[in-house]
């Protein structure tokens, strides 16, 4: 050996035990689901984990009836101080746990497994603590009701989230929702229901009561019987735009409430003032955390003028480091791309950055024959009027724009019907403000991007949904107050 | 050279300053979550192995304590010639690094191996002293037989804004590591980044030490808590490695005190490999300044060998 060449260090997987077939989760049990099974398979190797059944309407139907039963006649007559309890024990069983999460999460999903190591399953298990805490003080967050009568839960809340982060966007939707009261039936996505069913067992080792969380699992039409549903009180959806706009008609006109974070297409804003290494690092972990699939994704990098060549210069320097392949391998940065579908789509819009112009590079490096994966790569020379700068992509491809003057940054930063978040590179504090007032993003960083914390509201503006999760905010969306119920 | 990069005709406190403040800054936070991200590499195998041989090959074996003796030095440069008596393969250190006073001791002992003598100088570690003690001082180690001069930068002229002053006295220094061949002893400048306490400070301190000519550019003394940190270091590897692409030139750095473990020393070197590049992983552009080190590097090479661990009785001590 005569380079520094990072032997493999894969993790085991020996931690998990994975069964050939699974069922739904409902009313604290696990039964067959009526409807055919589908396959869910390792994004890296396109081996089939497991058989997943999948949930018809009329098993959607007794989810609901679980959970509504649960919810009249345990849980939402529980005392916060007890929803507490519940939900502390889950937050110790998910730490205690966290290795066979993180490993059948990198599995299912081909993310990095030091990224579901060291991201999604602290940050799962921290979501759970922190509304922990919330439960017996709901009535003190000033969302109505009083610390004698605190604000009384929703309901039957159906939830429906991403395959982007499995766990993690499960514990952003039970977590609250079991500390305001209310009782849930999940969908996780079609590609990604592992960690979901094992966070079911975790459901049974911690006495949850029977139907305070059900489990459904399937695609499309699961997820449409559980949206439509007569019996649910509250939706909360994590997924993309297209879909939330159904949602949203669907409940129009009903009692039903929803919240929905949508898509985005982040602008990631750098002033020639910026800390020009550590911009770097964060236009990396902008867009190329998670393989692109992030909602907030700073997918469009505004760069001024004036240091635009040395910016891409030095990313691409930097890209060459990424190391791109086997998800449970320790050293690897940039894992497999979740499912054929997402990356036929990531394939179709950078051919289309092609054809509009942009220049196209990606460092060298060798991808696995088998499964699914895309190397990471830039696009220079965009412009607004280009589909890459306007249309999400989902994948670790990035769009890099100019820029000359702070009002010109907003004006391209806010030229976009999404408005998730943004991020800010400069050393002058002033500018930092000023840009975060003018920016239309839920969230905005500052000199940092892609950091998240249960004690902080996320969420969109415009196109990119409403409500908000995270923080006391997210809160009020599963609380209904004295005054309204 | 200086004045040609800078575009001036005339170097000055204010011309050195507006260079120096000009360059970009650090992001405290961006930079420490970058080398917590480094730090989660997994070097196993074949990888710690090449790892183990390499840091080895980097330390410079250091003894700089008011009790030192030549029979200390001595016993110093044995265990730098045979590193671990029961393998002979096990590669041998860089350097021993020592006080001027004892360079020639060192020397002697080390014959004609290729291990370097570097010999502390400038008034280590305060750098208190006037200019023409400064200098006699780094003549004294040269004739004594130093291949590398360790020479301390004036923290308080530098801290103050007297930069075209710490710039003289670089200048200065390696002037006087010239030898009557035509030769010239390598100089290695210690920043002192304990004392510097800004990121921003150490790159400026970095930028500085160059443009005056320095070969290394090195953390500390190891007298001053803290001394080499990994974040110090990835600012100091940043710096040479857009040194290179600016004027052409290759630097090296050694970051020094504090370096005890093997896991430490494979956290230096994966940011070596992917900030400045795997141009930076030889001796010749990188050191460990560190005495307890190489003893863990032993401990660990000899497990990788057998299987288990055989305890510290079976590393030397000196």
């Known amino acids: 050996m005569t380079r520094f060449d990072y032997a493999p260090a894969p993790e085991s997987r020996a931690v998990v035990t994975i069964a050939d077939s699974y069922g739904l989760f409902v009313g604290g049990d696990f039964v067959p689901a009526s409807g055919p099974s589908f396959p869910t398979v390792n994004p890296a190797t396109e081996e089939v984990l497991a058989e997943i059944g999948q949930a018809s309407a009329a098993d959607v139907d007794r989810a609901v009836a679980a959970a509504r039963t649960a919810y009249e006649g345990v849980w939402g007559r529980l005392s916060g101080a007890e929803r507490g309890k519940y939900l502390f024990r889950i937050a110790r069983i998910l730490q205690e746990r966290a290795r066979e999460f993180a490993v059948l999460e990198t599995l299912d999903n081909g993310k990095p497994i030091t990224e579901s190591r060291d991201v999604d399953v602290p940050l799962a298990a921290a979501h759970f603590f922190y509304h922990a805490g919330w439960a017996d003080k709901l009535g003190y967050a000033g969302l109505g009701g009083s610390p004698a009568e605190p604000p009384r839960p929703v309901g039957v809340v159906g939830q429906v989230i991403p395959w982007n982060f499995p766990l993690l966007m499960l514990a952003w939707k039970i977590a609250p929702a079991l500390a305001c009261g209310n009782t849930v039936v999940l969908k996780p996505a079609e590609t990604t229901p592992l960690t979901a069913l094992l966070f079911a067992q975790v459901c049974q080792e911690a006495d949850l009561p029977p139907g305070v969380v059900n489990i459904v699992t399937g695609a499309g039409p699961t997820g449409q019987a559980l949206v439509e549903h007569p019996g649910v009180d509250k939706l909360a959806f994590t997924g993309s735009t297209e879909v939330g706009k159904l949602i949203a008609r669907s409940v129009a006109g009903t009692r039903k409430r929803a919240t929905l974070e949508l898509g985005g297409k982040a602008a990631n804003i750098v002033f020639e003032d910026a800390a020009i290494d550590q911009a770097v690092e964060g236009i990396v972990r902008g867009i190329f955390f998670n393989q692109g699939h992030v909602c907030c994704a700073g997918s469009r990098l505004l760069v001024q003028e004036s240091i635009h060549d040395e910016v891409v210069h030095r990313l691409k320097r930097r890209l060459a480091t990424i190391r791109v392949g086997d998800p449970m391998d320790k050293n690897t940065d940039l894992g497999a791309i979740n499912s054929a579908t997402q990356l036929a789509r990531v394939r179709e819009m950078t051919a289309v950055g092609q054809a509009e112009g942009a220049e196209r590079w990606s460092p060298a490096c060798t991808l696995p024959d088998r499964g699914f994966w895309f190397a990471p790569t830039v696009f220079t020379g965009v412009s607004q009027a280009h589909r890459i700068a306007q249309e999400e992509i989902f994948g670790p491809v990035l769009s890099v724009l100019t820029f000359r003057t702070p009002a010109e940054a907003v004006a391209k930063a806010n030229n976009t019907p999404y408005g998730l978040s943004a991020g800010v590179w400069t050393e002058k504090g002033s500018r930092i403000l000023w840009m975060a007032d003018q920016l239309r993003a839920g969230v905005v960083w500052a000199n940092t991007f892609n950091q998240f914390d249960p004690t902080s509201p996320f969420g969109g503006l415009k196109e990119s949904g409403y409500g908000r999760e995270g923080g006391r905010h997210g809160l009020g969306p599963y609380l209904t107050t004295g005054a309204t119920r | ?318």
Request: a neutral charge; proline letters at 5%; glycine letters at 10%.
């Open chain 2, 1 to 318: 050279m200086a004045r040609d990069l800078l575009g001036v005709s005339r170097l000055s406190d204010p011309v050195l300053r507006r260079w120096l403040h000009g360059l970009p800054g650090v992001d405290q936070v961006g930079a420490e979550a970058r080398v917590a991200g480094l730090g989660t590499r997994s070097i196993k195998t074949t990888a710690k192995a090449f790892a183990i041989d390499l840091a080895i090959s980097m330390i410079d074996l250091t003894t700089l304590e008011g009790a030192d003796t030549p029979g200390k030095v001595r016993s110093l440069c044995a265990k730098a010639l045979v590193p671990d008596p029961t393998d002979p393969t096990t590669p041998r250190p860089a350097a021993v690094c020592v006080y001027g006073d004892l360079a020639a001791t060192a020397r002697k002992a080390l014959g004609d191996s290729l291990i370097h003598v570097a010999a502390v100088a400038t008034a280590f570690p305060s750098g208190r002293a006037s200019m023409p003690v400064k200098l006699a001082d780094t003549r004294d180690a040269v004739e004594g037989g130093a291949d590398e001069i360790d020479m301390v930068i004036d923290r308080g002229a530098f801290l103050a804004g007297r930069y075209l002053q710490v710039f003289d006295e670089i200048v200065a220094v390696k002037a006087a590591c010239a030898r009557p061949d035509g030769t010239a002893a390598h100089l290695k400048v210690i920043l002192e980044t304990g004392e510097l306490a800004t990121y921003d400070a150490v790159r400026r301190a970095s930028y500085l030490a160059m443009l005056a000519g320095a070969d290394f550019i090195k953390t500390s003394t190891g007298k001053i808590a803290p001394a080499a940190t990994l974040p110090v270091t990835l600012v100091m590897l940043e710096a040479v490695r857009d040194w290179r692409e600016l004027t052409g030139t290759q630097i090296g750095v050694k970051p020094a005190g504090g370096i005890r473990t093997t896991k430490d020393a494979m956290k230096y070197l994966v940011m070596v490999n992917e900030i400045a590049g795997p141009d930076w992983l030889t001796p010749d552009w990188f050191r460990f300044g560190a005495s307890g080190l190489l003893g863990d590097l032993l401990l660990q090479r000899q497990k990788l060998a057998t299987g288990a661990y055989s305890g510290p009785d079976y590393v030397t001590i000196d």
